[in-house]
């Protein structure tokens, strides 16, 4: 595969939302700009000649692009990027210098009509459209639940707030349930179903909701850990060589999710008699953990 084309054809698809951004005066952040790109990939389907060179996996906010990461990132060192609240939008000059020609437009005005579509949709500014995207074209259909239930409860305080135990529960059940069989996952599948056990027993005793906080941090990291999974089963031929550095990096987050739920079974065993939950993680976990869910939030 000719990668050099890749970044070719991203950068000036790149260039091209970021002018239709700036001409209809709308300003979106760069991850759901990467949406938008995969958006148009998918719409042009499988047959045509730019889908190969746009290459996607998915990851922790769904599908992401490390090339379009890297062209958005050196047109943010041109200070081509003016920044907003955590929106992007180009500078005059540079939306005259990049909206004056653009051959692949030109040479597919198709893009054009499925751009305008994309802009077109209100949800473009919400998080509707990112689970849009993941009721799609995620590679299984528990991976909406998964983050949009499991995880982002986690960390949204107005989905905790009408949280209801038993509903959460279920969906819990019906992602472990249609967890994909796959060797790499196997340690992962186990602690998945320990979290399970053992949420279950603290419903049976009326303490989910008191023991929230507990729940948290093993729920987050078995989503993020999941990731570093789906990207090596969903990813591009352009990934292919980073297959062995994403397998090595699922195995070190599998035994940190190990270690986390055996401290949240250990905390946990004493919750009854209102004993405190104070993890004591050893400093390479806590660095693991920080970098995991830490920059995940801080992006």
């Not at 958006?39 to 389907?45: F, N, P, S």
């Not at 992962?188 to 005793?205: H, T």
Request: charged letters at 25%; hydrophobic letters at 35%; one cysteine or more.
């Amino acid at each position: 595969m000719n990668k050099d084309k890749s970044y070719d054809v991203v950068n000036d698809l790149l260039k091209f939302v970021l002018c239709e951004l700036k001409e209809k005066n709308m300003s979106i952040s760069h991850f759901r700009i990467q949406k938008a790109i995969f958006k148009i990939k998918m719409e042009l389907g499988q047959d045509h000649p730019l889908f190969d060179y746009l290459p996607f996996y998915w990851y922790r906010h769904g599908p992401f692009s490390n090339v379009v990461s890297k062209q958005f990132r050196q047109l943010k060192n041109n200070n081509c990027i003016q920044y907003s609240a955590h929106t992007v939008f180009l500078d005059d000059e540079s939306f005259n210098e990049f909206s004056h020609e653009n051959k692949l437009i030109d040479q597919y005005p198709i893009i054009n009509r499925i751009s305008d579509r994309i802009f077109a949709d209100s949800n473009l500014f919400f998080n509707k459209f990112d689970e849009d995207i993941y009721l799609d074209y995620a590679p299984f259909h528990f991976m909406h639940p998964f983050k949009y239930v499991l995880y982002e409860t986690t960390r949204d305080d107005d989905l905790f707030s009408s949280l209801v135990p038993d509903n959460y529960l279920n969906v819990f059940y019906d992602c472990l349930s249609d967890l994909p069989y796959d060797k790499l996952l196997v340690d992962f599948s186990v602690s998945f179903s320990r979290i399970f056990s053992r949420l279950e027993l603290m419903n049976d005793e009326n303490q989910f909701l008191n023991n929230w906080r507990y729940i948290i941090k093993p729920v987050q990291l078995s989503w993020l850990t999941f990731a570093r999974w789906v990207r090596i089963y969903d990813h591009d031929a352009f990934y292919n060589g980073d297959i062995g550095s994403w397998k090595h990096e699922l195995e070190n987050h599998i035994k940190i999710l190990n270690s986390t739920v055996d401290k949240f079974e250990d905390k946990t065993d004493n919750i009854f008699d209102n004993s405190s939950y104070a993890p004591d993680y050893d400093s390479f976990e806590d660095k693991m953990m920080n970098a995991t869910i830490g920059n995940y939030l801080k992006d």
